[in-house]
DNA sequence: CAGCAAATTGGTAGCGCTGCCAAAAAAACC
DNA sequence: GGTTTTTTTGGCAGCGCTACCAATTTGCTG
């Protein structure tokens, strides 16, 4: 398991040292081969090298060969770190993202990754936890290298983020909420939009007992606004929200649950049920299964987001399929085009279901 | 909309376009404070500031504020594409994982950037789609970042990606699966062994009549281990597997649904199906309910991953949950210590639930 | 074969920062 | 006060590459 790239007291070429020793060992980087190098490999100029690799200007086909033969004699792989460093834009991609753990971050990673790659750009990403703080200093970490773009999640920013990303000079994508200024390119659907939508839905289908089971709003903030416009389509209709349970913490399959079953508990009546999203939806979904209560005659459950779980289970989920794929992948196509500054409303789709 | 470092012809200062116009522009890059500025503006050296701002070095505390001050001025952003370049080490750790979609990778991603992010390094990220070829690709792509390491899954990769890796020098840590031989550091546990106990337990409880739905094993290794150490320890007991049904393509709740379905219309009989992880367990789960087939007295389920949805099923499913964020931490305090290379195994805890 | 345009090629000045070294200033000592 | 130490500072040479420009070679034309 030792490898012999590992040396003690910085002593390069020593033989390894014994496995399971608890001395301190110091990693050493090897020697990499340069640019330089391969053009004396290959005999001809560094510029010729770069621009071969880069197949950029113009060069003999003898002289491609030459030098990638040198290439692959050397095992030579370009430093992009020095590359972006002498050359004016960089071809990193800066993700700042609320959390891992809500699938719709990944889904939105999902479909720019794939659009990054083919366009060689490398994406690169931080977590927030939904904390606007902690945003602005995991922005701020991002813009040190110099990024061609920042994503971001939402609208809502610290007066420090704002002003720190307007200084920059790099391209700003505001992903998933376009209920808000932009600061550069926003690209998603509104969820303002989506919560009044769920709301006329259920009352069309005649629910007017409804109820609302969340998790914590203030840090969510799109979950906020879905539910705000949700209530006062509701109220507008004569048929206001009834109850809420509002969790804190992050949302979850178990916490919907348990909210579920805290507002049926304190609320008789219900019949209908607005959740924050499809994992809390399922959540109340799997309680309704275990208590036996009859979906959606007595009680109908709505969610939000579209997940393919939701297509899957006994009566499929009635829900907003909201396009976070393609959130990713068009925020990822505009900037490799460098686009003008605008929004792009990708909408999203009501799914009728079974649960409601 | 318009922002007015939009411009157009590269002369920059004029007044933005019209919104709309179809116009190619292009994009300035606002000339950014460089650190010999930052110097200037705060009447010191260019070291010093640099010494000042990495809090490295000696210097008094009155020239720590001019500096600072001067910072704050300018708005002063470090370059660290220069600064890593002109430093020895980097502060990047590259992940080449297999997907987004399945939850396992986010999961591990959470655990590492974490940790990460409390000692300033800064992950990257690439996608590969379970592919061994563009694997290799993405290495060559991310080692040109000159990452401080890199993280793959598992521990089969192409000849040449091993030797890219070797040669790079950066560490490399495999992650999830400890069934070979490690180039560097491993963090994860045995796949073998987990469809080891797997088979022990549904024997166990008695289970005799097995069968198997899967996703494509050629492309998921892992879920390939586990599968066939599976049958082995069936075998090994007398009760070799019955049936199988693997379906193309990833893992997901509507495969397994299907393939549950497929298997019991091919084969009568079975009192048990081991799921290629539990994202098809719960498609299986989903289809017995709908189709009132009693669990787990007319079928068991077992599934893999623990995923924290199956504790909210109405009966909780029997998995083996495994220790995905923690892998992603403990790989990521192992890089940021510079820990000698090891394989460190976390284990799996087996998850009775109700299903089986 | 001269004469000129087009295609190739090499040299080199940075990109913005860190690391080393020596100079300068401050503190401590005799 | 004169040294010796210690602390604080600035200068500058790269890190490995790209972009620009000038030099060279090649290909054609008449």
Same mark, same amino acid.
């Given at each position: 398991?030792?490898?012999?790239?590992?040396?003690?007291?910085? =002593?390069?070429?020593q033989?390894?040292?014994?496995?399971?020793?608890?001395v301190?060992?110091?990693?050493?980087?090897?020697?990499?081969a340069?640019?330089?190098?391969?053009?004396?490999?290959?005999?001809?100029?560094?510029?010729?090298v770069?621009?071969?690799?880069?197949?950029?200007?113009?060069?003999?086909?003898? %002289?491609?060969?030459?030098?990638?033969?040198?290439?692959?004699?050397?095992?030579?792989?370009p430093?992009?770190?020095?590359?972006?460093?002498?050359?004016?834009?960089?071809?990193?991609?800066?993700?700042?993202?609320?959390?891992?753990?809500n699938?719709?971050?990944?889904?939105?990673?999902r479909?720019?990754?794939?659009v990054?790659?083919?366009?060689?750009?490398?994406a690169?990403?931080?977590?927030?936890?939904?904390?606007p703080?902690?945003?602005?200093? !995991?922005?701020?970490?991002?813009?040190?290298?110099?990024?061609?773009?920042?994503m971001?999640?939402?609208?809502?920013?610290?007066?420090?983020?704002?002003?720190?990303?307007?200084?920059?000079?790099?391209?700003?994508?505001?992903?998933?909420?376009?209920?808000?200024?932009?600061?550069?390119?926003?690209?998603?659907?509104s969820?303002r939009?989506a919560?009044?939508?769920?709301?006329a839905?259920?009352?069309?289908?005649?629910?007017?007992?409804?109820?609302?089971?969340?998790?914590?709003?203030n840090?969510?903030?799109?979950?906020?606004?879905?539910?705000?416009?949700?209530?006062? %389509?509701?109220?507008?209709?004569?048929?206001?929200?009834?109850?809420?349970?509002i !969790?804190?913490?992050?949302?979850s399959?178990?916490?919907?649950?348990?909210?579920?079953?805290?507002?049926?508990?304190q609320?008789?009546?219900?019949?209908?049920?607005?959740?924050?999203?499809d994992?809390?939806?399922?959540?109340?979904?799997?309680?309704?299964?275990?208590?036996?209560?009859?979906?959606p005659?007595?009680?109908?459950?709505?969610?939000?987001?579209?997940?393919?779980?939701?297509?899957?289970?006994p =009566?499929?989920?009635?829900?907003?399929?909201?396009p976070?794929?393609?959130?990713?992948?068009?925020?990822?196509?505009?900037?490799?085009?460098?686009?003008?500054? =605008?929004?792009?409303?990708?909408?999203?789709?009501l799914?009728e279901?079974?649960?409601?």
């Amino acid at each position: 398991m030792v490898k012999t790239r590992w040396s003690s007291g910085g =002593q390069a070429g020593q033989p390894p040292q014994q496995s399971g020793s608890n001395v301190t060992m110091e990693f050493k980087h090897q020697p990499t081969a340069t640019l330089a190098e391969v053009a004396e490999a290959a005999g001809v100029g560094e510029s010729t090298v770069s621009r071969v690799l880069r197949n950029h200007g113009s060069f003999s086909g003898k %002289t491609r060969e030459r030098v990638m033969a040198a290439v692959e004699r050397l095992g030579y792989v370009p430093n992009r770190i020095a590359g972006t460093l002498a050359s004016t834009g960089s071809r990193l991609v800066a993700f700042v993202i609320p959390s891992l753990s809500n699938i719709v971050f990944p889904d939105v990673l999902r479909g720019a990754s794939a659009v990054l790659e083919e366009n060689r750009y490398q994406a690169v990403f931080s977590v927030t936890d939904y904390d606007p703080g902690k945003e602005e200093a !995991l922005a701020a970490a991002m813009l040190a290298w110099r990024p061609a773009a920042v994503m971001l999640a939402g609208c809502e920013h610290t007066e420090g983020t704002v002003k720190m990303l307007r200084a920059s000079g790099c391209r700003v994508v505001e992903l998933l909420d376009l209920d808000g200024d932009a600061l550069d390119i926003a690209v998603g659907f509104s969820n303002r939009a989506a919560g009044r939508e769920s709301a006329a839905f259920l009352l069309k289908r005649g629910y007017r007992r409804i109820g609302y089971v969340g998790h914590d709003l203030n840090r969510d903030t799109r979950a906020g606004k879905r539910f705000s416009s949700f209530c006062e %389509t509701l109220a507008a209709h004569d048929a206001p929200l009834v109850a809420r349970e509002i !969790l804190p913490g992050a949302s979850s399959v178990e916490n919907g649950r348990l909210g579920l079953e805290r507002l049926l508990a304190q609320t008789s009546d219900l019949d209908a049920v607005y959740f924050s999203n499809d994992d809390m939806a399922l959540g109340g979904y799997f309680h309704c299964l275990a208590e036996g209560i009859a979906i959606p005659s007595k009680l109908a459950i709505f969610g939000y987001n579209g997940l393919d779980i939701g297509r899957a289970t006994p =009566q499929p989920l009635s829900t907003i399929r909201t396009p976070r794929v393609a959130t990713g992948q068009i925020a990822a196509q505009m900037v490799v085009a460098n686009a003008p500054p =605008q929004a792009v409303d990708l909408g999203f789709e009501l799914i009728e279901g079974a649960t409601a």
